[in-house]
């Protein structure tokens, strides 16, 4: 790790907030000195009088909405009991429901959000406990922690991690959320928030924990969590860079899955008999320790949930344990184990270089059975198999601070085929323009035309350095002069089986608005043109929205051509599900 070349101290505070863990990492920078990574390991309610470095991603609300308990506090036997008596919603696995809106991650049923909640304002929510507990942990265990608190609350810049699937619409309401929970103003949380996908942290982690890459060779790593898996393959180009060799990939295969399959096994079990009440509580124990201890399929596994007392031998339910064939838990992981394979042995096949070796992190990654399957698959491809000796469920926390201050990768790949609706010359001699003669049109020159054209500007599979930028020329042409022109370009992706779509009326499902851009043009960039026989005026503007795809959020610019020079403005970038 190399030392922070800022000009003044600042507090970095990095939240992963997981489907059903979350963790604090943080680092106090000093200018000149190497960053030294820390992590907060001591929340309210913990059992443990050590503490520990991730509490429950969790929160109880009242009737009123009111937030009456947060991470360990909220599943405390008391605070259960409490919230029971009093009608209290839980609200668990929310992160999942920012998940993008398209069918490949709308799989599987979610707890529904408390009512009059939307996912924003619980985010926000727990945004500001984690906040809260990231203050008070720093201002007990650092020397003049209050002084020190107080010193840094103005300056502190926020890393927010997110699955690889999740791209700008997602990044916007985490922005949102962050607001909400008063970590930064809508004014600075532009400068203040940085995000990042879970891969890279992932890398990071691996990096400093000495993880040997052969130069040259690629790596993958497959972060196992609560609600996702997420893979990305890097290659090392030197001691402090990486390049991304292939798109990375996010599936909604997580441990959660293990525990939805869980779920419905023991309800059909037990359905009909007096456990037929507790099957939520039964799959709770699971979760909590049979999913975390369970090795293989030749032993049976036991779930304890009850007393003594609780007895039905035709259930397989003795002195409070239910017991399970190894075969049918095994059942509950497999449908992970097979995706993670499967998605592997796909990003080979796309990788730019050859992967040699697949690391494994995440909380999920923990699990012994998940490792062991893994490995004899993996080892049969020929592929280097194995996890960090350390704690694989702060990976994504520790790498999320090592990414704001080394930022060691510097290439990326295009996950889809980015592009722009547009209209385009119209080509008699081309077979895909004459299949569409019958719409053709004549624009303000007389010239003819084409819509529904899709102009690629960014293919899939392509390497993207964080400075490339990728533009396309437009023009457009209007009747009137006005004060300013206000540009809309809507940035399609495309998710089909095309390598080079071009028209929007093919295979039409399968394209998608990926965010809008807007911007604003003076008029003195205008040219005054006159129309071929009819001899009336028209104003003609060209312009280019800017694009750059290679840093962990978009960004965006329009440029245009004014007096022989070229001119550049800011664009606002905006998407449909915020």
């Known amino acids: 790790m190399t030392a922070y070349s800022g000009t003044e101290r600042k507090l970095v505070l990095a939240f992963d907030v997981g489907t ?31 503490g520990d470095s991730k509490i429950p991603t969790v929160i109880y609300y009242d009737t009123d909405g009111k937030v009456c308990a947060v991470g360990a506090e909220a599943t405390s036997e008391e605070m259960v009991d409490e919230a029971s008596e009093n009608d209290w919603y839980k609200a668990e696995w ?47 265990t650092h ?17 927010l991690s997110h699955p690889n699937g999740w791209e700008g619409a997602q990044q916007a309401q985490m922005r949102r959320a962050a607001i909400l929970g008063g970590l930064v103003s809508n004014e600075d949380a532009g400068a203040r928030i940085r995000f990042v996908t879970e891969g890279e942290p ?6 400093q924990n000495g993880l040997f890459v052969q130069s040259g060779g690629g790596v993958l790593i497959v972060d196992a969590g609560g609600g996702t898996i997420d893979l990305s393959a890097y290659s090392e180009k030197s001691s402090s860079e990486y390049e991304e060799i292939a798109p990375a990939q996010c599936h909604l295969m997580g441990s959660i ?11 059909d079990q037990l359905e009909g008999s007096k456990y037929a009440d507790v099957v939520d509580h039964i799959t709770e124990c699971f979760d909590k320790g049979t999913k975390l201890r369970f090795k293989g399929a030749d032993e049976p596994a036991f779930i304890k949930f009850g007393t003594p007392k609780d007895r039905d031998v035709d259930l397989g339910i003795r002195s409070g344990q239910l017991r399970l064939k190894g075969v049918d838990v095994a059942s509950f992981f497999n449908p992970s184990v ?42 049969r491809l020929g592929l280097d198999f194995c996890r960090p000796d350390t704690h694989l469920s702060k990976a994504v926390a520790d790498g999320a601070i090592s990414f704001y201050t080394d930022h ?22 081309d077979a895909e323009h004459m299949l569409r003669a019958s719409k053709v049109y004549a624009d ?26 990728f533009r396309k020329w437009y023009r457009e042409d209007h009747p009137e002069l006005p004060i300013q022109f206000i540009i809309t370009a809507g940035i399609l992706c495309y998710q089909g089986r095309k390598p080079d779509p071009q028209w929007l009326d093919v295979d039409s499902d399968d394209y998608s608005t990926f965010c809008t851009v807007t911007a604003h043009i003076p008029k003195t960039c205008a040219v005054t043109q006159r129309a071929p026989g009819s001899g009336k005026l028209y104003y003609t503007v060209s312009y280019s929205i800017v694009l750059a795809f290679g840093l962990t959020e978009l960004q965006a610019q329009v440029a245009w051509w004014e007096k022989g020079k070229e001119k550049r403005g800011p664009a606002r970038i905006m998407y449909d599900d915020v």
């Open 20 to 50: 059903t863990y979350s963790g604090i990492s943080y680092s106090i920078l000093d200018p000149g000195e190497i960053p030294d990574i820390k992590g907060v390991n001591r929340y309210p309610g913990q059992e443990h009088a050590g």
């Open 94 to 140: 929310f992160k999942m429901h920012l998940r993008p809106n398209n069918p490949a991650a709308r799989r599987g049923n979610l707890p529904p959000l408390p009512p009059n909640k939307t996912v924003v304002e619980v985010m926000g929510d727990y945004m500001r406990y984690l906040h809260h507990c990231a203050k008070i942990y720093i201002q007990d």
């Open 143 to 159: 020397p003049g922690g209050i002084a020190l608190w107080e010193s840094l609350a103005n300056n502190v810049n926020f890393v």
């Open 202 to 207: 992932s890398l990071h982690f691996c990096v």
């Open 257 to 267: 899955t293990v525990t939805q399959n869980a779920h419905t096994f023991i309800r």
């Open 338 to 379: 097979q995706c993670i394979i499967q998605a592997i042995v796909e990003m080979r096949q796309a990788s730019l270089e050859p992967i040699s070796h697949v690391f494994l992190v995440g909380g999920f990654g923990a699990s012994d059975y998940l490792f062991s399957q893994l490995k004899q698959a993996l080892e």
């Open 408 to 429: 060691i990768v510097s290439v990326r790949v295009s996950k889809r085929i980015y592009g722009c609706k547009c209209d385009t010359i119209y080509d008699p001699n």
């Open 444 to 469: 303000l020159s007389n010239k003819a035309h084409l819509s529904k054209f899709f102009d690629v500007i960014l293919p899939k599979n392509e390497q993207v350095s964080e400075k490339k930028e």
